[in-house]
């Protein structure tokens, strides 16, 4: 199923709740070598919490353009995550990026020392090493249980790493930090037809229920059209509401439809 956009590009209404962006970081993205999943699972992670991700975007291992879009973020959403260059090599400068940002010196954080230093033999911990501990002056860290090496947050940013498996495990330190808004709530219909052929009830149906948005997610199975029509809203009975004025749109042009989980 690929992805689409939204039948309705309008925002939640009256969203009480904190927002979001994700900004990706590594030229081995961006030279198609590695496929990001640190996107996916950010925001599937916030779901629980309320938190919509609004906007992601993937920068080069360049310090200018990091900075210029942490910047950007961090001054328009609740919170931004970042994922890659904190590691021990000449190419992990996002500490020195988010430094930059912030205008804050970056030094040996002394407990980033104390928790990476006894993973090493004698001789073990070198300079380059120890890079992982350099933090921004006044951020405070973000542990992880699978490799020690800690993240840190710095007002409303989270630095993390880029390897999927240790971000999530800082994911874990993050949560208790955040804000929760009001949870969406996701009513999933999968009908056997070309969306084409129902385009015009969907809008109809948007421009009627206006405090949930619908999307529609088109696929393939064995040969045969098919999409997946998707309603979120912040109001359970909205969106119930939605759901069944597309399930009733679906019966009417003699459509077979089902509920899924998603």
Do not use: W
């Not at 991700?53 to 973020?73: G, K, S």
């Not at 407990?111 to 006894?118: M, R």
Request: proline letters at 5%.
């Amino acid at each position: 199923m690929r992805p689409k956009r939204n039948i309705s590009q309008l925002s939640m209404p009256n969203a009480p709740s904190p927002t979001a962006a994700v900004l990706l970081i590594g030229d081995e993205i961006l030279s198609g070598r590695t496929a990001d999943v640190n996107l996916a699972t950010i925001a599937k992670f916030l779901v629980p919490y309320g938190i919509d991700v609004c906007e992601a975007r993937v920068v080069r291992d360049v310090v200018e353009e990091i900075v210029e879009a942490l910047n950007a973020l961090r001054a328009r959403f609740t919170y931004v995550f970042t994922t890659g260059g904190i590691g021990p090599t000449h190419d992990d400068i996002t500490a020195d990026a988010v430094g930059r940002a912030f205008g804050v010196a970056v030094d040996y954080h002394p407990e980033a020392l104390a928790l990476l230093e006894p993973r090493y033999g004698p001789g073990e911990f070198n300079e380059m090493r120890k890079r992982m501990a350099r933090i921004p002056a006044g951020a405070t860290l973000i542990r992880n249980s699978v490799s020690t090496a800690p993240g840190f947050q710095i007002g409303n940013v989270f630095v993390m790493a880029g390897v999927p498996m240790i971000m999530r495990a800082m994911l874990e330190d993050v949560g208790p930090r955040l804000e929760r808004g009001v949870v969406v709530v996701t009513r999933t219909i999968s009908a056997q037809v070309g969306e084409g052929r129902i385009a015009a009830d969907l809008a109809q149906i948007q421009r009627d229920h206006t405090k949930v948005t619908i999307g529609s997610y088109p696929y393939s199975a064995e040969g045969a059209a098919g999409v997946q029509l998707v309603v979120r809203g912040r109001g359970g009975e909205a969106v119930e509401a939605a759901a069944k004025a597309i399930e009733a749109a679906l019966d009417r042009e003699g459509i077979k439809s089902a509920r899924i989980s998603t």
